[in-house]
C-alpha cells in the first residue's frame, strides 16, 4: 500500500538558517503530493502541493519539487523565522481513492532566535 | 467564514464505554473525512463520505468503529466497548468535491479512554 517517510525530528535551527525536511514516498499509482503544518495549539494546515511531475508547490517561502524518479517530495525553505515553529506532515493522496491523505510521521521543527 | 468544527474538544471515558464525536463540516462542502492521530504520529484515515454515503471506510480498525452521515452534512463517529489504545486526537476534515480538492482540518477530539 501507500505510504511516506520523514526525516525524525526534531529539528533545532537558528533563525535566518536554511531547513530541508526530506520526504519520500511508495505509491501504486500517480499521487498528488503535499505538505501540511501544524502550529501550536492549532489544527492541520495545508502549506502547499503539488499533483504531478516536476511540479514545484511553494508558499509562505517554502518550496517542495514533486520528483517521480526519486519518489520524493522535500521541503526547503531558505531562511527560517521562529514563527515557523511547528510541525510539518508530509502527505500523499491518490485521486481514484476519494482523495484520502495518506500521511508521514510528522517532523517538528524548533526555530531559536 | 466557519470552518471544521469539533465537539467535544476533549472527551475522558471508562474502558468499556461507547462515545460519539461529532464533526461539522464547512457549508456545502460534500466530501467529509475521519483521521486518527495518535501521539508523536502523522494522521491515520479512518473512512471518507461522499455525501451520505460511505464511499470508503477501509481504515476502520474494527468493528467497534462505526461512523454516519444521514443528511449529507454532519457526521459522527461512534466507537463501541472503548479500549485504551483508542486514545488519540481523532479529526475531521471536509473538502468540496472530494478528488484533488483541499481538504480543510477541523481542530480534532482528544479520547482519551482510562
Known amino acids: 500500500g501507500d505510504s511516506v517517510t520523514q526525516m525524525e525530528g526534531p529539528v533545532t535551527l537558528s533563525e535566518e538558517a536554511f531547513l530541508t525536511i526530506n520526504c519520500t514516498y511508495t505509491?501504486?499509482?500517480?499521487?498528488?503530493l503535499f505538505w501540511y503544518v501544524q502550529y501550536p495549539g492549532e489544527g492541520l494546515q495545508l502549506l502547499l502541493k503539488?499533483?504531478?511531475?516536476?511540479d514545484k508547490g511553494s508558499n509562505k517561502g517554502f518550496e517542495a519539487t514533486y520528483r517521480k524518479e526519486t519518489t520524493s517530495f522535500h521541503l526547503e525553505k531558505g531562511s527560517v523565522q521562529v514563527s515557523d515553529s511547528a510541525v510539518y506532515f508530509c502527505?500523499?493522496?491518490?485521486?481514484?481513492?476519494?482523495?484520502?491523505?495518506?500521511f508521514g510521521g510528522g517532523t517538528r521543527v524548533l526555530v531559536k532566535p | 467564514g466557519a470552518g471544521v468544527s469539533q465537539t467535544p474538544s476533549n472527551k475522558v471515558t471508562e474502558k468499556g464505554k461507547y462515545v460519539e464525536l461529532r464533526c461539522d463540516p464547512i457549508?456545502?462542502?460534500?466530501?467529509l473525512y475521519w483521521y486518527r492521530q495518535s501521539l508523536g504520529q502523522g494522521p491515520e484515515f479512518l473512512i471518507y463520505?461522499?455525501?451520505?454515503?460511505?464511499?470508503?471506510d477501509s481504515g476502520l480498525p474494527n468493528d467497534r468503529f462505526f461512523a454516519v452521515r444521514p443528511e449529507g452534512s454532519v457526521s459522527t463517529l461512534k466507537i463501541q466497548r472503548t479500549e485504551r489504545g483508542d486514545s488519540a486526537v481523532y479529526l475531521c476534515?471536509?473538502?468540496?468535491?472530494?478528488?484533488?480538492?483541499?481538504?480543510?482540518f477541523g481542530p480534532g477530539t482528544r479520547l482519551t479512554v482510562l
Open positions: 502527505a500523499l493522496s491518490e485521486g481514484a481513492a476519494g482523495n484520502k491523505l495518506t
Open positions: 505509491a501504486t499509482g500517480y499521487p498528488s
Open positions: 457549508s456545502g462542502h460534500t466530501a
Open positions: 463520505f461522499q455525501g451520505t454515503g460511505a464511499a470508503d
Open positions: 476534515a471536509s473538502s468540496s468535491r472530494g478528488t484533488d480538492n483541499e481538504q480543510f
Open positions: 503539488a499533483t504531478k511531475a516536476d
